[in-house]
């Protein structure tokens, strides 16, 4: 199955038929897949800045980590959720243009950046945290996020521009 | 004049009709300003109102967080309205009808209110009322949010 029938698919299903039909469950999902980037991305954002030494730096990360994380990964589940629901009310016209793909794909490296982040500095971040120079793996991890987000933010705001399909 | 006739002539000036007649290219930038004024104010906002419920960044005080994140919602406030302004300009007289852009506006206005009183006052305290801190993050919340929202849904309602 192709990528577009894929969607096709998704869009005949009834939950993506019902989301791009109602009057107000559609922008409000949009709503809230905009302004949950508040949470997300602001605090991923703001989490990477910590890593690279721009804020907060008298603050040890692990603190930063802890205090963040609940409102951080709640801002992730609101986002990924409304954005599942958006491509189901989106139709075949979303992969007419590659950019929904690579936003796709920034978000898949995005991913496997965190999680080598949580396994490889993760468990011992108490031990380094604190430190006035930071494991430069770290620093690393914190660049390829920052940078990867803004791109998948940057690419989601273009899909209208860009995508033949709305 | 009358509301309609002030956008109108909004979009009739010069200025207005040289940003209508810009690149798309232009158009995206303000897109991407706009989003990136907004991440900058409700993150900022928000990590201040957390701290004034109790939770979030709970390292550092709450007058301690205004203080720091101040300057980046004075960034996306510029972004904000700058990026605003050349959205609207060239289409002035299609806002004007919408309701979704006035309650926007009016939105936007009480929150700056409150931003520059309530706000202002509860996070310059070091201890202030448990009760009085609780209701400001609350009401400062909505009120963002709310703007936020309106604003996506001015392309609902457009005719």
Sequence with gaps: MSASELLQTM?????????AESLYVYPLVEGIHLLSLAFSFGLIV???L?????VFRQVPVHIVLQQLRPWLLGGFVATFITGILLTFAAGPGLVEAPIFPAKLLLIFLAGLNALWFEVKFGCSVIRWGGAAVLPA????AGWISLVSWSLVVILGRLIPYLDSGF | MNSQELFQTIQNSDIAVALGQAHVFFGILAQLFHISGLVLLLTSILLVNLRLLGVGLTHFSAPQLAKYTKPFVFTGLGFLIISGIFMLAPSAAL????PAFWLKLKLLAVALVIQFTLYRAVTATETPNRFVAIVTAIISLLLWFSVGLAGRAIGFVAA
């Design chain 1, 137 to 140: 793996g770290a620093k690393i």
């Design chain 2, 95 to 98: 806002y004007e009808p919408n």
């Design chain 1, 50 to 54: 910590r890593l690279i030494g721009v």
């Design chain 1, 46 to 48: 703001l989490t990477d």
């Design chain 1, 11 to 19: 869009y005949d299903s009834p939950l993506g038929t019902s989301l």
